[in-house]
């Protein structure tokens, strides 16, 4: 039991939005753990690190060495500012560097940013940078270079890939320098977790000179605790440690990573002691499965694939249609079935258990499937309807929608299967020209994201990049903003519970569960870190000797 005093302590840390995380926590509504992870979202850093949470690591004993990686093929020239494919993020993991890490068993982590704060309304965010900090070509990291990342990142001419992630959040312009020390970000609107949005988890935000001119491939120069030794296309890439780095230097001498067209001749090379570090599949996992000389380490995510539901067409038009298919589906026999029990039950929206803001109290779905007819009958369509699930050839996302496929069967839905090669799917990523997004009901993979910001903006609100259900709802949106300017946590869980019924009311999507994230290492490696949005941390690993 924490006493009197040390909480009387906690709430001398900061003002009322703080203290009523520490109300919460008093009253056992907030794990410890979590009241930690809320003290870094509000740049109480170092209250998080004395509690052991973040901060630099002590270098071990047993440095040295070199870890082999196995990865897929980059999609296209690793950049950065336009990167999206799993590989590519794993390379720039060893090199690049963000103002913060979101890291996922303690938070946000301070990296290239010290500290940061928001003004009484949210809408203006100021970060401490921390200095001495450089890049591999040896000149120093300043706010000049900050500013110049996120305006980047922002400008539409760029090619950035975060475009959709900070559209109605940052534009440009919203960036400002302060000081050599200080740089402030000027929102399109009160938004109380936008540290989350210059994290790791938007991928894309990685630190780079101000007079970056897209050669990336050249040099790698980013802060990371690994720089540069060779790159190869289409083979693979070998880094080295940074002895100039600002932290605790990497323990490994080398990283040495290659690159992969199959994913089974990684679990081959890992098998003969090729490889020490290899992605994670469900097929994969077959492939170790007790065996001692591997290991799989996983993390809770919110990645999830996303049932979208055109609300402007038919037969969806009607959200006792939507609803009725929702109710089909059993959620813990998918969870164990498919996922193998690797997997946390959805409940249609984009509030995963892991958000302290997800309200808990709203009740879960769960298959119903005499429900599921009535509605349907209350609908109109009593003997049920065709229609074509178009989705991606990618992941498990096949063998989900034959299970979709079969669970609306027993309502009388029947649903075709049209299953695309992934680049077909996505097509242009526009309106009018993406399957992805024109389809009537499709599936689409997200990734891990440390606040449901990204998911409720982007795939829900009307005007959102992702928007592939077409859902165009003035309440919703009008709850999304009461939830953007929420400043403590009652206020967000008050907000976020307003939003998770409207959607299961709603049913413009279907998110029917959660993924924990792996990695499949040998047992000789310990020390790989890993973020659920496939950042790889190597700097720690250390060998065991036989």
């Keep these: 039991m924490t006493g009197r005093n040390d909480i009387d302590a906690l709430r001398n840390l900061s003002g009322d939005i703080w203290n009523v995380a520490v109300d919460e926590y008093q009253g056992g509504f907030l794990k410890r753990r979590d009241l930690l992870k809320y003290a870094a979202l509000l740049g ?41 494919d799993p590989a590519s993020i794993g390379v720039i993991s060893q090199v690049g560097e963000y103002l913060i890490l ?41 706010a000049k270079d900050v ?58 935000a990685v630190i780079l000179p101000a007079d970056y001119a897209g050669d990336f ?10 720089k540069l030794e060779s790159f190869r296309p289409k083979q693979g890439a070998s880094f080295v440690r940074n002895t100039e780095y600002w932290g605790d230097k990497a323990l490994p001498d080398r990283v040495e990573i290659k690159f992969f067209d199959d994913e089974q001749a990684q679990v081959l090379a890992l098998q003969a002691g090729q490889l020490d570090v290899i992605p994670s599949t469900t097929r994969l996992e077959l492939a170790i499965e007790g065996n001692p000389n591997f290991k799989l380490l996983s ?73 599921a007819k009535r509605l349907l009958g209350e609908a109109g369509v009593p003997n049920g309807f065709e229609v074509t699930l178009t989705t991606e050839r990618a992941y498990d996302i096949p063998d989900y929608a034959v299970l979709i496929q079969n669970f609306a069967k027993k309502a009388g839905i029947d649903v075709k299967l049209n299953v695309l090669p992934q680049d077909a799917y996505y097509g242009s990523a526009t309106f009018g020209s993406s399957p992805w997004l024109d389809s009537v009901l499709g599936i689409t993979d997200f990734g891990h994201r440390g606040t449901p910001d990204i998911f409720l903006n982007a795939t829900l609100k009307s005007s959102g990049a992702w928007n592939a259900a077409h859902f165009n709802n003035p309440s919703y949106d009008a709850l999304l903003l009461d939830y953007s300017k929420a400043r403590d946590l009652q206020a967000q869980r008050l907000a976020a519970g307003k939003i998770q019924n ?11 569960y959660f993924s924990q994230y792996s990695r499949i290492t040998g047992n000789k490696v310990e020390g790989v870190r890993f973020t659920a949005i496939s950042h790889l941390l190597l700097d720690r690993v250390t060998f065991v000797q036989a």
């Design 217 to 226: 491939e050249k040099t790698f120069n980013g802060t990371g605790p690994f």
């Design 44 to 84: 109480l850093t170092g209250f998080a690190a004395s509690q052991g949470l973040g901060g630099a690591r002590a270098a071990a004993a047993g440095g040295g060495g070199t870890v082999r990686v196995g990865l897929g093929q980059p999609t296209k020239a690793i950049d950065p500012v336009s990167v999206t």
């Design 102 to 142: 979101d890291d996922p068993k303690d938070g946000l982590q301070p990296k290239l940013a010290l500290s940061w704060e928001a003004d009484e309304t949210a809408s203006r965010w100021t970060f401490k940078l921390r200095q001495g900090v450089k890049f591999h070509d040896g000149r120093a990291v300043t």
């Design 502 to 512: 409207l959607l299961l009311d709603e049913t413009p999507v279907i998110i029917s």
């Design 147 to 204: 500013v110049a990342s996120f305006e980047r990142l922002v400008d539409p001419a760029s090619g950035s890939s975060a475009l959709s992630a900070y559209k109605g959040i940052l534009s440009k312009g919203g960036a400002k320098l302060v000081d050599d020390e200080t740089v402030a970000f000027d929102l399109d609107g009160p938004n109380s977790n936008f540290p989350f949005y210059v994290s790791s988890d938007v991928y894309n």
């Design 299 to 371: 993390v809770q995510a919110s990645s999830h694939d996303e049932v979208h539901l055109r609300t402007d067409q038919a037969p969806f038009t009607d959200k006792r249609i939507r609803r009725a298919l929702a109710l089909t589906l059993d959620r813990e026999a998918i969870v164990k079935g498919l996922l193998k029990g690797r997997a946390i039950a959805g409940n249609d929206t984009p509030f995963a258990p892991i958000f302290p803001s997800a309200d808990p109290s709203v009740p879960q779905r769960k298959q119903d499937i005499a429900e």
